[in-house]
């Protein structure tokens, strides 16, 4: 997903392109008053006032490296990556330095028509490493690069160029291995890249990896298929202590070293688990992206590529690694909403279980005979009911007339 605003100095978005497949079309054949403002705008000086008046308020523009969440774009609301890497050169165009069309999938002429925009294909790329990406990139391929046209939230005006170049059918740069993993460590202070894990972990979204199907991380589904809900008032399900059980293949943050084989390892059959037909390929890139991005000092490819076969070849059942209790009515609620629910029922249940212990110790009053069972005393009755200590002080201490007097 490619996302479109109206012109650079609004960047509420406004649009999405599916891929960079879309984007080609549009600026081979964009509607004609689009034509005009950038035919107008290249035979303006470059620089000029009435150039930049034109590249700023009147074009619209996408951001190709990444997507973004909450309707604008900035560094914040990085979501996910694109699965492709802009790469700008300016002042020179296809006739003055060779494409390698084996890797470039895009490319076209700028706004000023004396300058690229070339595209790539990569798996893996996050907020932390596109800027050494775009360089390992831009060396290897030969393209004299602006090194200053490269930011998280950067900006590509939609120009127009009838001879665009397109072909989706070419090789894939991977991050794990233009990066080596020991000099590849996340900078976890960063906040960029913390909110890229984040967006990982909550959207159970891959980085880049386009597979056949959907990854399955969890058969929530299809272990409750059996439940018949009776919601409350407040549209809740309680299971109460016969919780559903499910499999859930997760990969927490932040893993350290001491944890980082049996994490990356258990996280890896639960995916095969659950994606019995998953290929080795897809399984490799999961797990050398989580490796990347999830454990605070990534293993060396050759521990990674250890586990991605075990796991591979020595398939077994495993245990139920989570339980669900509560179910809602209503499946657009925010977690924020569901906790607040789930809370009202917990205190409820609190509540309940409060009156119960009282009315027990009330009863045990109401049938203590003095004569037998001497002084009423906090530990007898804590000895009688097992009931814990401060539930039993709080008691005496709060009801002191309806303790028997055996003096």
């Not at 072909?167 to 900078?187: G, Y």
Request: charged share 25%.
């Amino acid at each position: 997903m490619i996302n479109r605003i109206s012109h650079c100095t609004n960047r509420t978005i406004t649009g999405s392109f599916q891929n960079i497949g879309e984007v080609i079309e549009f600026i081979r054949n964009p509607p004609p008053e689009h034509i005009e403002l950038v035919e107008n705008a290249r035979s303006l000086k470059k620089g000029s006032s009435e150039y930049q008046n034109t590249k700023k308020y009147k074009l619209p523009a996408i951001t190709i490296n990444f997507s973004f969440s909450n309707g604008y774009i900035i560094g914040k609301n990085v979501s996910k990556p694109t699965g492709y890497l802009y790469i700008d050169v300016d002042d020179m165009t296809e006739k003055d330095f060779k494409i390698n069309t084996a890797y470039v999938c895009a490319y076209w002429r700028s706004l000023s028509n004396k300058g690229l925009t070339l595209v790539v294909k990569v798996d893996g790329l996050t907020p932390d490493n596109f800027k050494i990406v775009t360089q390992k990139i831009a060396k290897l391929l030969n393209i004299p690069y602006d090194p200053q046209a490269v930011s998280v939230e950067r900006l590509t005006v939609l120009s127009y160029d009838p001879n665009a170049y397109y072909n989706d059918h070419v090789e894939v740069f991977s991050v794990v291995e233009l990066i080596p993993s020991q000099n590849s460590a996340v900078k976890h202070s960063s906040m960029g890249t913390q909110i890229f894990r984040d967006t990982i972990i909550k959207d159970n979204s891959l980085i880049s990896i386009h597979c056949d199907g959907k990854i399955r991380y969890n058969n929530l589904d299809e272990a409750a298929q059996g439940l018949n809900p009776e919601y409350n008032d407040q549209g809740v399900h309680d299971c109460g202590e016969n919780k559903v059980k499910y499999h859930s293949a997760f990969m927490p943050k932040r893993v350290k070293e001491g944890n980082r084989e049996k994490t990356l390892n258990l996280y890896a059959k639960r995916l095969i688990y659950l994606n019995p037909d998953l290929s080795i390929e897809t399984l490799s890139k999961l797990i050398h992206t989580a490796n990347m991005l999830n454990l605070l000092v990534p293993l060396e490819n050759k521990e990674v590529r250890e586990i991605i076969d075990k796991a591979f070849n020595a398939r077994k059942a495993l245990r139920t690694n989570k339980t669900k209790r509560f179910f809602f009515q209503d499946v657009t609620l925010t977690p924020v909403e569901k906790s607040r629910k789930c809370l009202d029922v917990l205190n409820q249940e609190k509540r309940e279980k409060t009156l119960e212990k009282k009315n027990q110790i009330s009863e045990l009053f109401c049938n203590w005979d003095c004569h037998t069972g001497g002084k009423v005393t906090p530990k007898k009755v804590m000895d009688l009911t097992g009931l814990k200590k401060t539930m039993v002080y709080n008691y005496f201490r709060d009801n002191k007339n309806n303790v028997p007097n055996c003096g």
